[in-house]
């Protein structure tokens, strides 16, 4: 029978240093607040329990984290003083199981993998394990301490080590997985008396071994999985850090990009073969793109499926949008919400669609706006054509259906529907229904006047 697991994060810090009114977990990377990276991570574990030890702008991460997981049961136990990580994980003992384990994680070190905490939890076979990593620079890192047969006997922090200490490669993550009958145990027995005057998490290692315990470490594929973030820098540099690592698999998949340093992916990115993506591209939640998909330039792409053979020309926004095979959008495009292409349809210059569906083989190619509309097979919108969908308190449909003509600079008043085959003379503005096979046309007549002369400057 599997252990019963829990998940501890500490994420009370108040990141003075960010400079920010913003709670330091709150800090966004790749589009995702830091202990949004952390919950992400271990919703893909099998956990049983999540508590999440919250602090400084409390109610601000409980606010923000609760609107975002939804589905998510989480306890939250506050730490109202900041006397250490001990401190901070001896408070979840209220909410905290007797039997199972623990994986204790960090709100503001977002990109441990979950293979390497699923790693992390099957090593723990004797009550205690821990993730370590061999570094050449460990200057103000916790040691791992090794006796002379290479067991961990403890750690210790850059303040309290010796000279021979401080020699020691090998540094703490602070990632555990612990029983929790040992964390019951122990967290009640810390002591503050050290350099820091605080109660050191580490310490229970220590307590481990004398115990008798064999605690086996693992190191993670990545060296950034146990990096954490304190400022600005350290949040941009993990940033690159992570946006080479999102390109590196993409590339490995076959997608090319122009240039891998100036692309940014806030989310998922699922691609087919044969795609290519130029510079300055930003992809945002969960984006799904076909076979031979060429994407130029300055384009912002948000939670949106692109097809095969689709040509996404320079400077669009394709923001919750469907759009089908052998598309072709842009440049300057808007594709909002609730928008589908299908098939072989075109969307040109400067034009913006919003909740609408167009039909296969149709083209809205110059300076449109088409809300709020259902346009068939085969349509023809041309430049300027405005469907008039809000009267100051609703929303209406327009219905164009297949093989029409709109002529440019016309505009739409919905609701109304458009026939099969019907045209729609340019610079009409059509407030009723346009049967089939009809031409509608809604102008003021023309007027000249002769030998007119124009206003002169006085």
């Not at 692309?263 to 793109?289: K, N």
Request: glycine share 10%; charged share 20%; proline share 3%.
């Amino acid at each position: 029978m599997t252990s019963p697991l829990s998940v501890i994060i500490l994420a009370a810090g108040k990141g003075t240093r960010m400079q920010s009114a913003k709670p330091k977990v709150l800090q966004t990377l790749a589009g995702k607040s830091l202990l949004g990276h952390v919950l992400d991570t271990c919703h893909q574990l099998t956990v049983d329990e999540t508590i999440i030890v919250h602090g400084f702008g409390g109610e601000q991460v409980k606010s923000e984290i609760t609107n975002q997981y939804t589905q998510s049961s989480i306890t939250w136990v506050a730490q109202t003083e900041q006397l250490g990580t001990g401190h901070a994980v001896k408070v979840t003992l209220s909410a905290l199981p007797q039997s199972g384990q623990s994986l204790v994680l960090y709100g503001d070190v977002p990109l441990v993998s979950c293979q390497t905490l699923a790693a992390l939890k099957t090593a723990n076979t004797d009550g205690m394990s821990m993730l370590t990593l061999t570094v050449d620079n460990p200057f103000g890192l916790g040691r791992i301490k090794r006796d002379q047969a290479g067991n961990i006997e403890a750690i210790v922090e850059q303040k309290d080590a010796s000279a021979d200490e401080q020699s020691i490669k090998e540094i703490n993550s602070g990632i555990y997985c612990v029983n929790n009958a040992l964390l019951h145990k122990y967290l009640p027995e810390l002591s503050n008396d050290n350099a820091q005057k605080e109660y050191y998490l580490t310490d229970i290692v220590k307590m481990a071994v004398a115990d008798g315990i064999t605690i086996p470490a693992i190191e993670p594929e990545h060296t950034f999985e146990i990096e954490g973030v304190n400022n600005r820098q350290q949040l941009a540099s993990l940033e690159r850090t992570w946006q080479r690592k999102l390109v590196a698999d993409l590339q490995e998949a076959g997608v090319q990009f122009a240039d891998p340093t100036r692309v940014d992916i806030r989310g998922s990115l699922t691609a087919g073969q044969d795609v290519f993506v130029d510079v300055g591209v930003v992809f945002e939640g969960d984006c799904v793109l076909g076979n031979n998909v060429y994407i130029e330039a300055g384009c912002v792409i948000k939670h949106a499926t692109i097809g095969n053979a689709c040509h996404i020309k320079p400077y669009c926004v394709i923001d919750h949008a469907d759009v089908g095979a052998g598309v072709d959008v842009g440049p300057f495009a808007h594709l909002r919400p609730e928008t589908v292409l299908a098939d072989n349809s075109k969307i040109g210059n400067f034009v913006e669609i919003k909740k609408s569906t167009i039909g296969h083989g149709s083209k809205v190619n110059h300076l449109s706006y088409v809300g709020d509309a259902t346009i068939g097979t085969g349509v023809n919108i041309g430049a300027g054509v405005i469907t008039c969908n809000y009267d100051g308190a609703n929303k209406s449909q327009t219905i164009i259906q297949d093989n029409a003509f709109i002529g440019s600079n016309a505009s739409l008043v919905a609701p109304v529907t458009i026939g099969n085959t019907a045209t729609v003379a340019a610079g009409s503005v059509v407030t009723k229904d346009v049967d089939n096979n009809a031409l509608a046309f809604g102008r003021a007549r023309q007027v000249q006047k002769n030998d007119f002369q124009r206003p002169t400057k006085k």
